[in-house]
């Protein structure tokens, strides 16, 4: 990156940061938020980190954005941006003071790193070939660091249980409300019924070229999430009773085949989550397609939110 366009980039990036947190309504912070996560991606993008841009796009900008939409529209119909929101100055200057200190801390272990810094590229370009994959962050995340990716998705699952969690009894097994008061024939109708065919090949399409190429499954589930979510706030579909036994399976299937590939390794390569020779690849393609449906639903549901009491007035 040129030195001017990148101290431009840096500039935007901060005055954004500033303005986010600095903002006084709700509306202008959540807006300022997914404006930064979009440039944060064009960042990434500029380092020529494409996974890393892919995810930042996906979920930094858009489902995290779409997250906070709806929590500051649920904030504003509960009635809650008629409270003040004022603190006091002692509030305030604590506030300010631990922003300070984290940032210090930040820029002093930053300085303390050894020169150079360590790294694992070395060793994940010696050993990427026993793989079989030509991404070397598929490689990283399901060969090198499957526990890691394991846990990943065994904790977001444990989030949506947690969300789940917040509903009141009388709305247990029932299902999720995120539909909007929408015309049948409007434009969010018309978005809904076009853009998510589209959305589903090209998710198929980022997770088919994952293992090659920048893609995979987290990156295709954001975008499935989104489509699914977007016909449920047109008011085209429900979302499914979180008591349904088929929509719990759903979610740990893709969990239930990384685990069983992973004992298979410990049966025939000696280790949990280890591959044997010349089945790498297949095997990690085959977690890539078991999770994708699974991480899809979870991160769909996590943004619906707790059901909801049908009998209770909205």
Not at 119 to 137: E, H, M, Q, S, W
Not at 167 to 195: F, I, K
Not at 198 to 222: E, N, R, S
Not at 266 to 290: M, N, S, T
Request: with cysteine.
């Amino acid at each position: 990156m040129n030195s001017a366009p990148t101290l431009a980039m840096i500039a935007l990036i901060l005055g954004l940061a500033l303005w986010v947190v600095l903002a006084r309504e709700t509306f202008a912070a959540v807006a300022g938020f997914i404006a930064y996560g979009l440039l944060l991606t064009l960042a990434w993008v500029g380092l020529s980190a494409i996974d890393v841009a892919m995810t930042e796009a996906a979920i930094g900008a858009g489902l995290t954005g779409a997250l906070l939409i709806g929590a500051a529209s649920r904030l504003r119909g509960g009635g809650y941006a008629e409270l003040g929101t004022r603190r006091s100055p002692a509030v305030r200057a604590l506030a300010i003071g631990a922003s300070v200190a984290v940032t210090v801390v930040l820029i002093a272990c930053l300085r303390w790193l050894p020169q150079p810094s360590p790294t694992l590229v070395p060793d994940v370009a010696a050993n990427i070939a026993a793989t079989g994959v030509g991404n070397p962050i598929t490689a990283v995340l399901l060969a090198f660091r499957a526990m890691d990716t394991l846990l990943e998705a065994i904790v977001l699952f444990l989030a949506l249980i947690a969300v789940w969690s917040l509903a009141p009894d009388a709305a247990w097994g029932q299902r999720p409300d995120v539909a909007h008061n929408t015309d049948p024939r409007g434009v969010l109708a018309y978005v809904a019924r076009v853009l998510p065919p589209i959305g589903i090949v090209v998710a198929v399409y980022i997770l088919w070229v994952g293992a090659d190429a920048p893609g995979g499954k987290f990156q295709g589930a954001t975008i499935l999430a989104s489509m699914w979510l977007l016909v449920m706030m047109a008011g085209l579909a429900q979302a499914p009773p979180i008591g349904n036994s088929s929509l719990r399976a759903a979610l740990v299937a893709g969990a239930v085949v990384f685990i069983a590939i992973g004992l298979y390794g410990g049966f025939a390569a000696g280790a949990f989550l280890a591959y044997p020779d010349g089945f790498a690849k297949p095997l990690i393609v085959i977690i890539e397609i078991a999770l994708m449906p699974s991480l899809a639903i979870t991160l769909a549901l996590l943004l619906a939110g707790a059901p909801r009491d049908a009998g209770a007035a909205p």
